[in-house]
C-alpha cells in the first residue's frame, strides 16, 4: 500500500513539474530558435524614404524590445488588419511604405501585435493572438494530469475490487 501510494505521488510530481517550469513560448523550427514577444508599438523608425526600418514594442512585462525589419535574405512579413478589419498580407522588400503606415496605424491605436524574431530581427508581425498561449499550454498540462491520475485512480478502485472478489471467492470455497 504504502509503495502503491509512494509510486502515486511520484507520477503526479512527475506530470505537475513541467506546469511549474513553463516560461518562454518558442517556436522552432529544428534548426534555428526564434521567439514570439506580443506587446504594442512604443514607436517607428523610417528612412527618407518612408520606408520601416525597425520599431520597438513594449511586452506586458514592460520590457521595451527594439526589432529591425529586413528586406534582404530574411524578409520580414506582415499579416495585419487595417481600421476596417481588412486583412493585409505582404512583406518588407513589396510594402515598405505601407508596413510602416499600417504599423503607425497600429501604434496610435495602441493595438497589440505579435511578432516572430531571431537575432533582434523581426521575421513576421501580425495582429496579436487572442489566446494567450502560455495559459493554453498550462490547461493542456493540467488537463493531462488529470487524465492520467484518474486513469490510475481507476485501475486502483479495480484493483482493490478484485481483492475483495478474490478474498469473498476464497471464503467461499473453505466453507
Do not use: C
Amino acid at each position: 500500500m504504502i509503495k502503491k501510494n509512494t509510486t502515486i505521488a511520484l507520477i503526479i510530481f512527475t506530470l505537475i513539474t513541467p506546469i511549474l517550469n513553463i516560461q518562454i513560448v518558442n517556436a522552432d523550427d529544428g534548426k534555428n530558435h526564434y521567439s514570439l514577444i506580443s506587446g504594442v508599438i512604443t514607436s517607428i523608425t523610417k528612412n527618407s524614404e518612408d520606408h520601416l526600418e525597425s520599431l520597438e514594442i513594449v511586452d506586458n512585462k514592460g520590457n521595451i524590445i527594439k526589432l529591425n525589419v529586413s528586406s534582404e535574405n530574411i524578409n520580414t512579413e506582415y499579416g495585419l488588419e487595417n481600421i476596417t478589419g481588412e486583412r493585409w498580407v505582404s512583406n518588407q522588400k513589396e510594402s515598405p511604405k505601407k508596413a510602416y503606415q499600417i504599423l503607425l496605424d497600429h501604434q496610435e491605436r495602441l493595438i497589440p501585435i505579435t511578432v516572430t524574431i531571431r537575432d533582434e530581427i523581426a521575421l513576421k508581425i501580425v495582429e496579436k493572438e487572442k489566446r494567450n498561449l502560455d495559459t493554453n499550454l498550462t490547461y493542456l498540462a493540467v488537463v493531462f494530469a488529470l487524465a492520467w491520475l484518474s486513469f490510475f485512480g481507476y485501475i486502483y478502485i479495480i484493483e482493490r475490487r478484485h481483492k475483495i472478489l478474490e478474498s469473498k471467492i476464497k471464503t467461499n470455497l473453505n466453507e
